[in-house]
């Protein structure tokens, strides 16, 4: 039992690294990460053409990111003793599986993964969030639990235009429109 510094708190640590994956603290030069380094708030993971990470996070979510991927950590709030959770992260290309274990109610604890064109509230679930820089597409496959997708949040913090993407599900969203309806995902791309 190690008692934490609350600065350290909200931290993710690097369990598997492969390739050259690199890691851009805020306002700090790009370096190359290892197994075991470290990820905190406002930090930019970018992951090459053959690389890929995986991050455990404070709370033990876990992020997996894809070859060709770049993410920022925007917020990692975590203070179980006060239920304070609140998480905003931000793909900005690639692909980005993310298993979130804590439940969160949407409202005051809030789980969020945005691209560019959409956003991505999650309650408790597994799921992958894609951006295709190419066609400004974003898509989102849910395998466990329920992921809420919009074209963005208001003012308020709430997701607009949403749909509900259930297991087995994916939806695909262009800049500046709402989603696509959800529809079942084809067997082959499951696997």
Excluded: W
């Excluded at 920022?72 to 003793?81: H, R």
């Excluded at 304070?84 to 439940?103: E, P």
């Amino acid at each position: 039992f190690c008692l934490v510094a609350p600065a350290l708190a909200n931290e993710g640590v690097f369990m598997v690294v492969k390739g050259d994956v690199r890691l851009q603290p805020k306002g700090g030069a790009e370096q190359k990460v290892k197994v075991g380094s470290k990820v905190k708030e406002g930090d930019v993971v970018i992951a090459g053409k053959d690389a890929r990470a995986k991050i455990v996070m404070v709370d033990k979510n876990v992020l997996n990111i894809s070859p060709d991927t770049k993410i920022a950590i925007e917020k990692y709030k975590f203070d179980e003793a006060k239920d304070q959770k609140n998480v905003s992260l931000n793909v900005l290309y690639g692909k980005v599986r993310s298993t979130v274990n804590q439940k969160y109610d949407g409202e005051k604890n809030q789980f969020n993964i945005k691209t560019p064109s959409a956003v991505a509230g999650v309650r408790g679930t597994d799921f992958v969030t894609g951006y295709n820089r190419a066609n400004s597409q974003t898509k989102i496959v849910t395998f466990e639990g329920q992921v809420m997708t919009g074209s963005g949040m208001d003012a308020g913090g709430r997701i607009m235009n949403p749909v509900a993407v259930n297991p087995g599900q994916f939806t695909v969203a262009s800049a500046g429109s709402a989603p696509t309806p959800p529809a079942a995902v084809p067997k082959s791309e499951l696997a």
